[in-house]
């Protein structure tokens, strides 16, 4: 392996293996109902296994970015949200 494709290789590792410890995170995990946990160990512990660990570093961007901006803490946005149909805390119910 070069020292191009380690570095990428090994910052793509890094980024994977990075807490989550963001409020984001964990109010959007909670509302879809993936973990009741509070504690972002007990979250991380919660969502490892829900998926491969090759979309973790995607998963934890996807969060925060879904968590700033539609499912946001005071008033989430669930009429415009892609995942209402699926989310348990969904404000939007079927007709």
């Known amino acids: ?21 963001n409020t984001h995170v964990a109010r959007v995990s909670q509302r879809l109902g993936l973990t009741r946990e509070t504690d972002p160990v007990r979250i991380e512990q919660d969502l490892m296994p829900l998926f491969p660990r090759e979309d973790w570093a995607l998963l934890s961007h996807l ?19 892609p995942l209402n149909d699926i989310c348990p805390s969904s404000t939007v119910r079927p007709t």
């Open 1 to 21: 392996m070069g020292r191009p494709e380690f570095a990428e290789r090994f910052l793509r590792e890094a980024r994977a293996a990075v807490k989550i410890k």
């Open 63 to 81: 969060l925060i970015f879904h968590g700033r901006r539609i499912c946001v803490a005071r008033s989430p946005k669930c009429e415009i949200c």
